[in-house]
């Protein structure tokens, strides 16, 4: 804590904790700071905010400090804090985010293959030990991406569970699409007020930024690349079945 005091990065009024930029990541300060009891107070609440919403609170003056600037936003209540999830839900994600990395690691692999059986019309030496050596790099991912799966399967509690089996349902969803989700957005929806946005959270609303009846760029925010890539590829795989109408057509905006 000595470091964060005195290096200039913590200062905020007792109850919440604020950092502004530093040398010390984020994530670091935040794992340090939440659910931590100290002789001062009873529990320091640390909360992340989107830079964006302190640049749009007016009254700024060009001399002030960032790190006073944002003590004079917290005192007075103008700060909205983002959305954390609690650490359980944190550490599903880095599983399936890891997990999903290493199907991409997979993919690109037989993409691999496929490029040499391409090029090989009789496969000569060469290709044949650069087909080994790549179908064994297949393999060793392949059981890497079993063990995540049933880590997975293995840390999420019975409401996560059952809420899988009802996503997996969905046209367009599997049961590794639902992990996905779900590790992203959790199982409380009371978090987002509506699908909207849940939607422009995620980064797949247009945007909405109009000044004078004159509308200015309307793309989309940057988002959850993880949710936005998974909702992404499930509203195509939905596309595939005759029956199924895609996901996004089908919610409430």
Sequence with gaps: MDAFGSGGCLRSPPWHRHSTRCSIPAAAVWNLLE???????????????????????????????DCQWIAQLLSAGLLRPSFVPERPQRELRDQTRQRVQL???????????????????????????????????????????????????????????????KLDEIPGFDRRTAQNVLAEIGTDMSRFPSSGHLFTWAGMAPGNNESADNRRSG????????????????????????NATPIASRTAW
């Design 219 to 242: 793309h989309v925010t940057e988002g959850n690349k993880w949710l936005k890539r998974t909702l992404a590829q499930t509203t195509w795989g939905s596309t595939t079945s005759s």
């Design 35 to 65: 659910g931590r009891s100290t002789a001062e107070v009873e529990l320091i609440v640390p909360i992340r905010v989107n830079a964006r919403h302190m640049k749009n609170v007016p009254g700024r003056k060009t001399d002030v400090k």
């Design 103 to 165: 199907i991409e690691d997979k993919t690109r692999v037989a993409n691999r293959i496929q490029k040499i059986l391409e090029d090989a019309k009789t496969v000569p030496e060469h290709h044949r030990f650069m087909l080994k050596t790549l179908l064994e790099q297949v393999e060793y991912l392949e059981s890497r991406i079993e063990v995540f799966d049933q880590r997975i399967e293995g840390v999420m509690n019975p409401l996560e569970l059952e809420a899988v089996r």
